[in-house]
């Protein structure tokens, strides 16, 4: 093959990567949007009269499970692609610089923004201080009562993927000297029992919904980023995103079920959501293009910083929608993609002199990004 063919070819895989990440982030933020918004009013009554159609979107939240899994992927395929791990001083200091670029600005952005609304025009009390300190060092989630954060509650995933960052090198170098199936394995029973102890303990969700928890999310996307570098893609990508689906639409059935006892949620349930997660990225990554994601694929770039507002947004416009959706969600929306490109813009990727790049405006060909 000629060099500058190969290199178109080259480029071309990594924009069809990058569509499918974004394609699936895009997919993510969506279903979290939908069960912040219609959450409740899906569940009752309509959710009983019809369970199978509505498991999906009446569990959105698990849309967090499949940015877990993402991170993991990307994260991961340079790092499988090199066949080393971040291990020298200097790699570390370039990985850790790179996400803490990556993950921080905004996060602290938004944090101030959420305290600021919270404590509105009253000086902020002695247990909102000590919340927003154990918020601003990342140790609320080690602390079951503020886990959630009452003034920011999306902020437990950013603690996760924090934590899920620090711990990744040495995850990552361990992970290219055991075998996959082993360390796949042997992390998904650790998980599940972390969970299980959480759940019995009250539950305590450090352990059930923290990096302990949630670890294996994670390493599914290592899975599917080392299978993607050293494996063909499947011959049959879309059996594969079909059978991903059917495992999550069972996971969100059996989560559902109004007598599952916590051992179905602490174990079923995230096996067959990670499993279906993984199946639908590797048949994703078989088939994606950039011409084929659209502004679904925008809407995916835009995901991290639409997380962090969508929340907050929420209760400053429309309060109460979850359950009486009936206030102008539609202004909502606008006003929410609105500032979430902003931030997108300009406290995601400043640094980025071609804004249309961000955008889709203008073809480029790069590694994806982690959020």
């Given at each position: 093959?000629?060099?500058?063919?190969?290199?178109?070819?080259?480029?071309?895989?990594?924009?069809?990567?990058?569509?499918?990440?974004?394609?699936?982030?895009?997919?993510?933020?969506?279903?979290?949007?939908?069960?912040?918004?219609?959450?409740?009013?899906?569940?009752?009554?309509?959710?009983?009269?019809?369970?199978?159609?509505?498991?999906?979107?009446?569990?959105?939240?698990?849309?967090?499970?499949?940015?877990?899994?993402?991170?993991?992927?990307?994260?991961?395929?340079?790092?499988?692609?090199?066949?080393?791990?971040?291990?020298?001083?200097?790699?570390?200091?370039?990985?850790?610089?790179?996400?803490?670029?990556?993950?921080?600005?905004?996060?602290?952005?938004?944090?101030?923004?959420?305290?600021?609304?919270?404590?509105?025009?009253?000086?902020?009390?002695?247990?909102?201080?000590?919340?927003?300190?154990?918020?601003?060092?990342?140790?609320?989630?080690?602390?079951?009562?503020?886990?959630?954060?009452?003034?920011?509650?999306v902020l437990w995933s950013l603690a996760v993927e924090v934590s899920f960052s620090l711990v990744f090198p040495l995850l990552a170098g361990i992970w290219l000297r055991v075998p996959m199936p082993y360390l796949l394995g042997t992390v998904v029973v650790a998980t599940t029992c972390a969970r299980c102890l959480g759940m019995a303990l009250g539950p305590w969700l450090p352990l059930v919904s923290?990096?302990?928890?949630?670890?294996?999310?994670?390493?599914?996307?290592?899975?599917?980023?080392?299978?993607?570098?050293?494996?063909?893609?499947?011959?049959?990508?879309?059996?594969?995103?079909?059978s991903g689906v059917v495992l999550v639409q069972l996971a969100c059935l059996a989560s559902d079920v109004r007598t599952a006892s916590w051992i179905l949620r602490a174990t079923v349930v995230p096996w067959l959501l990670a499993a279906g997660f993984f199946a639908i990225l590797r048949g994703a990554l078989a088939v994606a293009r950039p011409t084929t994601a659209g502004p679904l694929q925008v809407v995916g770039r835009m995901s991290y910083s639409i997380y962090l507002w969508h929340l907050m947004l929420r209760d400053v416009l429309i309060p109460g929608v979850a359950f009486a959706p009936r206030t102008p969600v539609g202004v909502y929306l606008v006003t929410l993609f609105v500032v979430s490109a902003v931030s997108y813009r300009w406290v995601e990727f400043g640094h980025v002199r071609d804004w249309r790049t961000l955008f889709l405006l203008r073809r480029e060909t790069s590694e994806p990004r982690a959020a």
């Open positions: 093959m000629e060099p500058g063919r190969r290199d178109d070819d080259a480029g071309r895989r990594m924009a069809d990567r990058l569509a499918a990440i974004d394609l699936l982030r895009g997919v993510a933020i969506l279903f979290v949007l939908v069960h912040h918004l219609y959450g409740g009013f899906i569940r009752a009554p309509i959710f009983l009269e019809h369970p199978v159609l509505l498991a999906i979107p009446a569990n959105g939240l698990y849309g967090v499970n499949l940015f877990f899994v993402l991170s993991g992927f990307v994260l991961f395929l340079p790092i499988v692609r090199r066949g080393a791990a971040p291990v020298g001083r200097l790699e570390l200091r370039h990985f850790y610089r790179r996400r803490a670029r990556r993950l921080l600005p905004l996060y602290y952005l938004s944090v101030a923004v959420a305290f600021a609304l919270a404590a509105g025009w009253a000086w902020p009390s002695a247990g909102q201080w000590r919340t927003l300190a154990s918020v601003v060092t990342f140790a609320f989630q080690f602390d079951g009562p503020r886990f959630f954060p009452q003034f920011h509650p923290g990096l302990p928890g949630r670890l294996d999310d994670f390493a599914f996307g290592m899975a599917a980023a080392w299978l993607y570098a050293r494996r063909p893609p499947p011959q049959r990508p879309w059996t594969w995103i079909a």
